[in-house]
């Protein structure tokens, strides 16, 4: 994936008092959002406005308008890549499904409940925790899975989907496994679903293995 530059850091480690470590990727379903932080000083004393927080961010990255050509035209598309991926225990192959720093910067974040009251954040901070409990998932998911044979007989979105500006999330996806005793379990192992403009991507690989 590609890493934001900006601010990053240091924000980070103001607000992990008020963010769990182990939260995952995304609103309640993903990350917890009663407890997210305020907006967080990104200079001195004052509080600069989230549309030039917005802007800083964005200034480091590459400019997208659409997830592109790389990402799946079908939620069945994106699964089916993603249990291939986990087959071939390919971490690049995943990181390809995943939303990247631009596309989180220019097309998810701005219309996220995250740049607006009550659970606003600096762009970087959301960026860094998003991306660092992504890895964290990725590692559980190639150690437990990489390599081996998934047998996925469908999926699951519960809950009705949330609409933020342009796109598109379903929160809480399980996939149907059948296993080596012949039991079918509900495993969820990515994070929340995105769609913009009929192309499907993954939020984070943030799971709960």
Same mark, same amino acid.
């Given at each position: 994936?590609? $890493? ?12 992990? +008092?008020?963010?769990?470590?182990? @939260?995952?990727?995304?609103? #309640?379903?993903?990350?917890?959002? +009663? ?14 406005? #989230?549309?030039?927080? =917005? ?8 400019? /997208? ?18 249990? +291939?991926?986990?087959?071939?225990? !390919?971490?690049?192959?995943? $990181? ?5 720093? !631009? ?12 740049? $607006? ?9 959301? *960026? ?15 150690? &437990? ?12 979105? @519960?809950?009705? /989907?949330?609409?933020?500006? +342009?796109?598109?999330? *379903? ?6 496994? $059948? ?5 079918? &379990? ?5 994070? !929340? =679903? ?11 690989? @943030?799971?709960?293995?």
């Amino acid at each position: 994936m590609q $890493r934001a530059s900006t601010l990053g850091v240091g924000l980070l480690a103001l607000v992990c +008092a008020a963010c769990s470590a182990e @939260a995952e990727g995304r609103g #309640m379903a993903e990350r917890g959002i +009663a407890g997210m932080a305020a907006p967080v000083s990104a200079g001195g004393d004052s509080i600069l406005p #989230m549309p030039e927080m =917005i802007e800083r961010f964005q200034a480091g990255l590459p400019p /997208v308008g659409s997830f592109g050509p790389g990402a799946a035209a079908s939620r069945e598309e994106l699964i089916a890549r993603f249990v +291939a991926a986990v087959e071939d225990g !390919s971490a690049a192959a995943l $990181r390809e499904l995943v939303l990247n720093a !631009s596309e989180f910067a220019y097309l998810y974040f701005p219309t996220s409940p995250f740049a $607006r009251e009550p659970y606003a954040q600096p762009p970087a901070v959301n *960026w860094l925790l998003l991306e660092q409990n992504g890895l964290k998932g990725e590692r559980r998911l190639l150690r &437990e899975y990489g390599g081996k044979r998934l047998l996925v007989e469908g999926h699951r979105c @519960a809950g009705d /989907v949330r609409v933020e500006g +342009a796109n598109r999330l *379903w929160p809480s996806c399980v996939l149907f496994i $059948r296993r080596g005793d012949g039991r079918l &379990e509900e495993m969820r192992l990515f994070g !929340s =679903i995105i769609e913009r403009a009929g192309r499907y991507k993954l939020l984070s690989l @943030a799971n709960r293995l």
